[in-house]
């Protein structure tokens, strides 16, 4: 490695730098400039950015039933932790003189957001480290040094805080900003193999939403293989590759090359992962037993699971959102409904398996796809969610450069973005329109998100052949 | 050999389970016989107008005048349910628009300033009248519209309509029967919901309503016996319809004597009827009522005089029961900490934190779980101490990520 060949790239790192913290300190400002706006502009009580998990005003009414010594459950109106109700629930009290409400929760959220920012922006690091050296270790030294890799870190931690939808639901006081918080804590302890870390991040954020709980399969595979790395068949075809190049036919140097590819294959360790699994369980109970004693009063753990994990899974709240279950639950026979409750979990449950299968080698990539997936089918979706997702793509930019689709599906998501509370507008407020005309815009939605997808994971053959089917499967809808 | 200890093993447990059901069966006892011993907490209303159309202004006028009365005698709104089944205030035939009076000289104006109203039009029906008594609500019914009275509250249960033998008519279309009105009452106390009720009726043939019960601590008071009709006091020629009936009418000549800290006694309000003025015989009913009628100030119903017991702590409210049933536990780990925060405290059947029910299957946990309490309770508040433990998680987590970096 020479230095000639270094520094050029370390400049142009350098100079990304200089122009990120600028970006940074930016997008705060616009966030602060846009809580300034009369009422937050109505964003809190849009359905697509507050949902019955995430509102600040749910969570206010149970602060509030709490502190007339009432569960906060009581009258199905709060779902949420009932740590946030400790840390949120102060502040949502605390009025400040000539400032906005709720001004010190939206301090919180924009703090949770500079935090997940650069959480992303250290994992992207991590991730990088891991990949120039894999790529070294097979050889490729020309590739990892004068390719101008962007960082990808920095590029996703820019694309997380200036997306559209990140900033609408800080603004809109929606907990999904520590909801994505603690999801990226976990990913990011997982790549830098922190255990406590992870295993802090993945329990938060399995209590908070009961959906990362599916993020312990990467998360596991990130503490035995470590960050991603390319298949281990490339592995094999570059040593077999050098060991035709050395042209000596020699028998022991071919053992000896074959052990040494052993070692460069990723072998899988326990240690780690029974160290991650250990400080899961101490946190699991220190969040139980804090919990526990916040509900004691009442009516206990029993009542605080049924309220929230419940809630999450049998979908009592049929209120409009930018998913599609609320609409399709309002018309099934109440005979049918745990029968599609059991389908519509299933289908992500169902999805785990084959996709940890055939991405068992790019665990983080896999974590990614994992929060693709839950946030299209989760049971209350928001744009909180698909933020999260949308700020973690610029990780793997790189890879994805060669995307199907991308415009395609840019466009979409503008146009969505666009029509949904303009249909909402139509149907609520002017009674112009129907369930049908809000719903039209949610199905768009999530058709575009599997659409989104699969030209992640697919090859594009594929991605037509989805097209063509959901094209067909619409028109029969109608 | 085995054998024969397998042999006493089972007898050893028929006989566990024998004392088990003894005590069980004495702890049932205990507990039914107990409500003498409870302590009378707070006193609610239910003042239910069952008819709606504007020539029945006297029904509304009824209920928003014992309304009226019994908010001046005590009661706060809210434990108050008043269920009004159409709206005389803002009708379009009222000359007087927002205004509701039970006299032609208009001096009050019964629709004042803070009326709430908890049920209004086709709210109040027969089901939401048992919903309301029984406590089974849907999930999502406000507190306000619930009454959470438990095993130390008197209610006060008014109602004013049409009625027939063994009927009252709700809202021209349906009807609560005596047995329903009895087997509602029979529920309520089953689950404690109350230490004394007053029903008060002023319908056509009113006591024929109650004729069902046999709940004991019930007092019921028709405006009418059976084959009797009740009749309204007078027309207000200006506003057009019958204003007010003859037994509310005595009933709040009455109480406009009083206030709030009179003690004139149950016996004479149900003696200062005269049939002749009201046109028809009032029947109490005494029989499922321990208490000597001379002994009841009227404020043990339709007023709200208590003693307060002044404390530091936060209030926990007693009864926290979700789902209403009489629980019978065993008092096995008594949690001792919350002995001198309950100053309302029963002697026999201790409302145990429902908390521990499910650790009681699982005796160390339960220690365990105790311990914790225990501990939690030295601090101020539950909520504290919750927030000391989410502040420290952060340092913690930092110091064991340093340490296994």
Not at chain 1, 55 to 64: F, H, K, T
Request: glycine share 6%; proline share 4%.
């Amino acid at each position: 490695m020479s230095t000639k060949t270094e520094t050029p790239v370390k400049k142009k790192n350098q100079k990304k730098i200089q122009c990120f913290w600028s970006w940074v300190i930016g997008s705060v400002i616009l966030r602060l400039i846009i809580i300034y706006f009369p009422k937050n502009l109505n964003l809190s009580s849009r359905p697509e950015v507050s949902t019955p998990l995430t509102s600040i005003r749910r969570l206010a009414e149970g602060y509030w039933l709490k502190q007339s010594s009432m569960s906060p459950y009581a009258g199905s109106m709060y779902h949420g932790s009932p740590l946030l109700l400790t840390l949120l629930g102060p502040l949502t009290v605390k009025r400040i003189e000539g400032q906005p409400d709720h001004l010190l929760c939206s301090l919180v959220f924009v703090i949770a957001d500079v935090v997940t920012a650069m959480l992303i922006c250290a994992a992207g690091k991590k991730l990088q480290a891991a990949y120039s050296s894999s790529l070294q270790s097979i050889g490729l030294h020309h590739l990892s040094e004068d390719s101008d890799i962007l960082p990808s870190g920095d590029f996703a931690a820019l694309l997380y805080l200036w997306n559209p939808f990140t900033i609408v639901a800080c603004v809109g006081l929606s907990t999904s900003a520590i909801e994505n918080l603690m999801v990226v804590v976990t990913l990011y302890g997982a790549c830098a193999r922190l255990a406590p870390l992870a295993a802090f991040g993945w329990v938060m954020a399995t209590h908070l939403s009961l959906y990362p709980a599916i993020l312990i399969i990467p998360v596991i595979l990130l503490f035995g293989y470590g960050p991603d790395a390319p298949p281990r068949k490339l592995f094999r075809q570059r040593t077999n590759l050098e060991v035709d190049d050395s042209a000596s036919g020699d028998r022991s140097c071919l053992e000896d090359e074959l052990v040494n590819e052993k070692r460069m294959l990723n072998v899988f360790s326990w240690r780690p992962v029974v160290l991650f699994l250990f400080w899961a369980l101490l946190w699991s109970s220190y969040v139980l037993v804090l919990c526990g004693i916040y509900v004691q009063q009442h009516s206990g753990l029993q009542e605080m699971f049924k309220s929230t994990y419940g809630f999450i899974l049998t979908i009592q709240d049929l209120s409009p959102n930018i998913g599609v279950f609320w609409y399709f639950f309002a018309e099934v026979f109440d005979f049918f409904r745990s029968f599609f409750l059991i389908v519509f979990h299933g289908n992500i449950l169902l999805m785990i398996l084959p996709l940890a299968l055939r991405l068992n080698h790019r665990p983080c990539f896999l974590a990614f796809v994992y929060i693709v997936l839950s946030s299209m089918l989760k049971s209350y979706p928001s744009v909180g969610d698909s933020a999260l997702y949308l700020g973690l793509l610029g990780l793997f930019a790189y890879e994805l450069k060669d995307m199907q689709f991308s415009f395609f599906l840019f466009s979409g998501y503008v146009g969505v973005s666009l029509l949904s509370p303009v249909m909402h507008n139509l149907w609520i407020w002017r009674g112009t329109g129907n369930a049908n005309f809000y719903f039209a815009t949610a199905i768009g939605y999530a058709c575009l998100q599997v659409l989104y997808l699969f030209s992640l994971i697919s090859g594009p053959l594929l991605v037509l052949i989805l097209l063509l089917s959901l094209f067909s499967l619409l028109l029969f809808l109608n | 050999m085995g054998f024969q200890i397998l042999n006493f093993f089972k007898f050893s447990m028929k006989g566990l389970m024998i004392l088990l059901l003894i005590f069980l069966s004495h702890s049932v006892a205990h507990s039914t016989s107990s409500s003498e011993t409870t302590m009378h907490t707070n006193n609610w209303a239910v003042l239910v107008c069952t008819s709606r159309f504007w020539f029945n202004y006297r029904h509304m006028a009824n209920t928003l005048s014992l309304y009226r009365t019994v908010k001046r005698l005590g009661i706060p709104d809210e434990r108050i349910i008043l269920m009004l089944a159409d709206d005389m205030a803002c009708n379009a035939r009222n000359k007087y628009p927002a205004q509701v009076f039970n006299n032609e000289n208009h001096r009050l104006n019964l629709y004042g300033d803070n009326v709430e109203v908890d049920y209004r039009g086709y709210e109040v029906n027969v089901e939401n009248f048992m919903r309301v008594l029984t406590g089974r609500h849907e999930n999502a019914v406000p507190r306000s519209k619930r009454l959470l009275s438990d095993e130390g509250s008197h209610i006060l249960l008014y109602m004013t309509g049409h009625g027939g033998d063994e009927f009252l008519k709700f809202q021209d279309s349906e009807e609560l029967q005596s047995h329903d009105l009895a087997d509602v009452v029979k529920q309520m106390k089953e689950k404690h919901r109350f230490k004394e009720l007053l029903i008060m009726v002023d319908t056509c043939q009113a006591s024929t309503l109650f004729s069902q019960l046999h709940s004991p601590g019930v007092l019921a008071i028709g405006s009418s016996m059976k084959g009797q009709n009740s009749y309204s006091h007078h027309l207000d020629p200006d506003v057009g319809v019958s204003v007010v009936d003859r037994f509310t009418f005595y009933t709040l000549a009455f109480f406009e004597r009083l206030n709030i800290y009179d003690n004139a006694s149950l016996s004479s309000l149900f003696n200062s009827y005269n049939p002749n003025l009201l046109m028809s015989t009032a029947y109490y009913r005494m029989d499922l009522y321990q208490r000597h009628l001379e002994e009841v100030p009227v404020t043990n119903f339709f007023g709200s005089v208590m003693e307060t017991i002044h404390t530091d702590s936060a209030y926990r409210s007693q009864s926290n029961k979700k789902f209403g049933g009489p629980e019978i536990k065993m008092p096995l780990d008594q949690s001792i900490s919350d002995n001198d925060r309950r100053i309302l405290r029963n002697s026999v059947d201790e409302d145990q934190p429902n908390k521990l029910s499910t650790e009681e299957n699982f005796h160390g946990v339960g220690q365990l779980w105790n311990t914790i309490i225990s501990k939690v309770n030295t601090f101020e508040s539950a909520d504290t101490f919750v927030c000391y433990g989410l502040g420290s998680m952060v340092p913690l987590l930092i110091i064991s990520v340093w340490l296994s970096s």
